[in-house]
């Protein structure tokens, strides 16, 4: 899988086929809905398959992208920015420092015991959505509102005591715990794992 | 599009992210996938906000969603470095001190 | 000289006291005798010399009685009160009593006489002859002890008083025969002890059997006094018509075998040379005269209480015992060896007799044995004492010169044994041939034809081996370097008596000395002795269907035989031994087969042992295995079961019992190492068992209706 011509292929038919499905089906939202959903879930394989950790961080940000677009999708302006901002620029540098700062592993040879779990997550998961997701409940009668902007009534959410401003303090004060706890516990020393000392 | 289109990617991104923990043999996987099924998960009530009556609720958790995973991701990497430290490897199998 | 009447209860005692002092003697030689001097003998001597005073006095009585006619003499002590009651039950609580008395008849004060004046003279004998021996008070007290047993017997009025007597005569025997083997200087001491035992438990064989005969007539009638006996069984064979039933002719039968035991005849007779072990004076009176005559005189006691198949048997067994022992006799060449021989040749007549149905014959004949054997026994010891301990007449010679008085009276008792006419053996054998002669005319064959064939042969025989020893030993020159000389007076004293009464003896059947028919006058001892005087009825034991012409024909027959074969004896053995002047000597007699096969007693000997001894010991030893291995083997089995079961519990213990114990942890350790599989402390795997308990919680509230 680390060649790239056979990728390059198999991206771009990938790519085609999402993009003409969704076309088919919704039209021009469904094309770009195809196109996210490629990047999300195609993201998501190739972290899944890959073998270099590198590698599989960097597909991460193809699926945060992805979900970022599906936001979108989804009227929701903010999340995806949000979404982008926090994940890509947040969390993937954190795992690429992660990455960096581990030693490199020789990486695995045994891909079997992934696609077992796949095939038991899949069953798991399928078993739930087919089961509850009776979609057709969902579609409600008339046609969707078309999506606005919604930052401004996050924020004003926020901020109202009648509707998330504890929260939304809490989650203040949980992040400023957990920026303290993480920095207090990656602190450099020199420890012997053997000791009995406390860190 | 209907919800369900919606409702299957996530799904398939929360099977993906439940193979990552289990499969792969890095700790850093473990935490990439754990990002996976929160985005997962964050896609599940984004898309249930968007077809129900109230998408406002749907999408606030789904900021919470977001800010825990940060502070999450944070502390776990902190911790995940600790171990590499300690146990010279990344596997999660060399971290078997609570072995019987 | 009138005699004083007879006093029942002073002659009892008389008898009594006779009978008990050679005890008293005994006694006193045992206990005191190595200090006395002489041994004690003269003790034993004056003690038996008083007896035979007394025997003689009332044996004159006995006479005097019986010949003043009228009833038969024959009395009881218990009639006059003087009984000892063995099982001493009280009057007023009556239970089964056994009355020890004393039956005083012709037929016992003759063998009283005749025992007491030979004990006496072997007393007086035994003085000289065991001068130089250091035991010679044990000796005496044996010989004591013997002499009272012997007179019990014949005094005794029942069986089980005979019996202990018979008993006691055969331990004092036994004794005797060893008395060398306590010699530690002899040495033939060990030949000594195995003769005494040898002879002992071959009686024994006959005791046994005499034994449960008593047995058998007690529980059957409750008594073993002679006279009640001899009155129930005639009445019982009365009433079925002279048929005995059948218990009680076994019950003859076995007190037939004690009979052949104890007077040495076929087949229990192989002790009776080996005796000759013991010292001289012991074989002239125990088996010459007294021990062995007792068999002959039980046959007599018990006459009426034998069926006529047993009196049969007891007749076959005679005479062929008469002659097998004759034939033996010819080819023996130790001087008491011959005369050993001799006796069981002589007791075969005396039984045989007793078997044909001439119960008087041969008690006369038992007591002229008596007196020639012991002449012969006592001379033959004056010969060993004077030849230095020389038994082997091919060894002696011309001894008629040094030991004259020796030579008299052997060669007087030699002629009386053979049957020379005048003498005492000669009436005798003369009788018993008579008897067996009318018993074959009688019957026509049977026992009488054989016995009649049998016993005049036998007759020839005893003269010729007689005859033999007397040339051999006392007739041409000295075959040996050693000069004989005569012996003291207490041997030769006895010897003389002893011949003399060989020579008058016969004055006792007949009352002239030609008078060979004995018809016309009163003989005293078949008189005395007859069989109304024995058994109170004159029917038993007469031989019917002869009348007196046949039966004085038949006398002068049988008086033609005998004198024909003591004369053919004679003349043969004169031939062989002093005109040709042959001397057996060892390879001479083992050219000879026949000779040889005789000597050896037709290897008798041998056969006994293999028939008997050897299966006996052989048993004797399975036995013992069977204790050592089986008993022993059992308690030893016993022990390692316990101790099996010991360890058999103690296994289960450790096994089951701890074992389930174990067990128990175990399984609890196995369900441990099994859970501790999960605990890998791999968080994935953890993650994955999270999900798979995720799944199932889902999965069923998902699923559940």
């Known amino acids: 899988m680390n060649s790239s011509k056979p990728f390059a292929a198999l991206f771009a038919a990938a790519l085609i086929a999402s993009l003409g499905a969704g076309a088919w089906w919704a039209g021009a939202m469904g094309a770009a809905f195809g196109l996210f959903a490629l990047l999300t879930i195609g993201g998501g394989l190739i972290c899944l398959f890959e073998r270099s950790v590198v590698r599989s961080a960097f597909a991460l940000l193809s699926t945060f992208l992805g979900t970022s677009g599906l936001f979108l999708l989804l009227g929701s302006d903010f999340l995806a920015m949000a979404q982008v901002l926090i994940y890509v620029g947040g969390i993937l540098a954190l795992l690429l420092f992660g990455v960096m700062l581990t030693p490199p592993d020789l990486g695995e040879r045994r891909l079997p015991r992934v696609f077992a779990a796949l095939v038991a997550a899949a069953a798991v998961v399928g078993l739930a959505v087919w089961r509850c997701a009776d979609v057709a409940a969902f579609r409600r009668a008339g046609a969707l509102e078309a999506p606005r902007s919604d930052a401004e009534v996050i924020g004003v959410a926020f901020l109202d005591p009648t509707q998330y401003l504890v929260p939304f303090e809490l989650a203040a004060v949980f992040l400023t715990v957990a920026l303290v706890a993480a920095v207090y516990i990656a602190r450099r020393r020199s420890i012997d794992p053997d000791s009995k000392a406390a860190p | 599009m209907g919800l369900g289109a919606y409702l299957c990617v996530s799904a398939a991104l929360l099977v993906i992210g439940i193979a990552l923990m289990l499969a792969r043999r890095n700790i850093l996987y473990v935490l990439m996938g754990l990002e996976l099924i929160l985005n997962a998960a964050n896609i599940n009530f984004v898309a249930f906000a968007r077809f129900s009556a109230s998408p406002l609720d749907g999408r606030m958790f789904a900021i919470f969603v977001i800010i825990l995973a940060a502070a999450e991701a944070a502390v776990a990497l902190a911790i995940i470095l600790h171990v590499v430290q300690l146990f010279h490897s990344v596997k999660p199998s060399a971290v078997d001190r609570l072995r019987e | 000289m009138p005699l004083p009447d007879f006093d029942p209860t002073t002659d009892f005692t008389l008898l009594g006291v006779a009978a008990l002092l050679p005890l008293v003697a005994a006694v006193l030689c045992w206990v005191v005798g190595r200090r006395l001097p002489g041994g004690g003998g003269f003790l034993g001597t004056l003690a038996t010399g008083v007896a035979a005073a007394i025997g003689l006095f009332l044996f004159g009585h006995a006479l005097h009685q019986s010949g003043a006619g009228g009833e038969p003499f024959r009395w009881f002590s218990r009639e006059h009160g003087l009984s000892f009651d063995v099982l001493a039950s009280r009057a007023d609580a009556p239970g089964p009593s056994l009355p020890f008395g004393i039956l005083y008849d012709g037929l016992g004060s003759a063998m009283f006489a005749v025992v007491t004046t030979i004990s006496f003279l072997v007393h007086l004998y035994s003085i000289g002859y065991m001068r130089e021996d250091p035991r010679r008070h044990v000796y005496f007290g044996n010989i004591g002890l013997f002499t009272t047993a012997m007179l019990g017997l014949v005094l005794a009025d029942n069986l089980l008083l005979l019996f202990v007597c018979w008993e006691l005569m055969g331990f004092a025997s036994w004794l005797l025969i060893g008395h060398y083997a306590h010699d530690p200087l002899s040495p033939r001491r060990e030949l000594s002890a195995r003769a005494a035992t040898k002879a002992f438990l071959t009686t024994r064989i006959g005791d046994v059997c005499l034994l449960l005969a008593l047995g058998m007539l007690y529980s059957h009638y409750g008594t073993l006094e002679l006279s009640q006996l001899w009155r129930v069984v005639g009445e019982e064979v009365g009433r079925n018509s002279g048929v005995f039933p059948e218990w009680l002719l076994w019950t003859g039968m076995l007190i037939l075998v004690g009979v052949i035991g104890k007077s040495a005849q076929f087949p229990l007779h192989g002790w009776l040379p080996d005796a000759m072990e013991g010292p001289t004076p012991v074989s002239a009176m125990i088996h010459a005269a007294t021990m062995v005559a007792a068999g002959v005189f039980l046959l007599g006691r018990s006459y009426p209480l034998l069926a006529p198949a047993v009196l049969d048997t007891a007749a076959v067994v005679g005479a062929f015992t008469a002659i097998f022992a004759a034939t033996v006799a010819s080819a023996q060449n130790g001087i008491k060896a011959v005369l050993a021989w001799s006796t069981i040749s002589q007791l075969g007549f005396m039984v045989a007799a007793v078997g044909?149905?001439?119960?008087?014959?041969?008690?006369?004949?038992?007591?002229?044995?008596?007196?020639?054997?012991?002449?012969?026994?006592?001379?033959?010891?004056?010969?060993?004492?004077?030849?230095?301990?020389?038994?082997?007449?091919?060894?002696?010679?011309?001894?008629?010169?040094?030991?004259?008085?020796?030579f008299a009276c052997m060669a007087l008792a030699t002629m009386a044994i053979a049957g020379v006419p005048l003498f005492a053996g000669f009436y005798s054998k003369d009788a018993i041939l008579q008897v067996a002669f009318e018993r074959a005319a009688v019957d026509h064959g049977g026992p009488g034809m054989f016995a009649s064939i049998a016993l005049p042969v036998a007759a020839a025989f005893t003269s010729f081996y007689m005859f033999r020893l007397l040339f051999l030993a006392f007739f041409g020159a000295p075959r040996t370097a050693h000069q004989a000389h005569e012996s003291h007076w207490t041997l030769l004293v006895p010897l003389i008596v002893l011949a003399a009464l060989s020579v008058v003896g016969g004055h006792l059947w007949v009352a002239t000395p030609m008078d060979l028919f004995?018809?016309?006058?009163?003989?005293?001892?078949?008189?005395?002795?007859?069989?109304?005087?024995?058994?109170?009825?004159?029917?038993?034991?007469?031989?019917?269907?002869?009348?007196?012409?046949?039966?004085?024909?038949?006398?002068s027959s049988a008086l033609a035989v005998s004198i024909a074969a003591a004369g053919l004896g004679l003349v043969i053995a004169w031939l062989v031994y002093v005109r040709n002047a042959r001397t057996p000597s060892p390879s001479e007699r083992k050219s000879h087969a026949l000779s040889r096969a005789a000597a050896s007693s037709y290897h008798m000997d041998q056969l006994a042992h293999a028939v008997v001894v050897a299966p006996v010991r052989s048993l004797a030893r399975l036995c013992a295995g069977v204790d050592r291995h089986l008993v022993d083997g059992a308690v030893v089995g016993g022990g390692w079961a316990a101790r099996l079961a010991g360890l058999l519990s103690a296994a289960f213990d450790r096994v089951v019992v701890d074992g389930a114990v174990n067990a128990l942890g175990a399984l609890v350790a196995l369900c441990g190492s099994l859970l501790r599989l999960l605990q890998t402390g791999r968080i994935q795997q953890y993650a994955a068992f999270a999900l798979i308990g995720g799944i199932a919680a889902a999965a069923w509230l998902i699923l559940s209706p």
């Open chain 3, 356 to 406: 044909l149905g001439g119960v008087v014959a041969g008690m006369f004949h038992m007591v002229t044995h008596a007196f020639f054997k012991a002449c012969l026994f006592l001379s033959a010891g004056s010969v060993i004492h004077g030849s230095a301990n020389e038994h082997d007449l091919s060894r002696m010679g011309g001894l008629r010169k040094s030991m004259p008085i020796t």
């Open chain 3, 518 to 555: 004995a018809h016309d006058v009163q003989p005293w001892f078949r008189e005395l002795v007859s069989l109304t005087s024995l058994y109170g009825t004159p029917a038993v034991g007469v031989i019917h269907g002869i009348d007196p012409d046949q039966s004085r024909a038949i006398h």
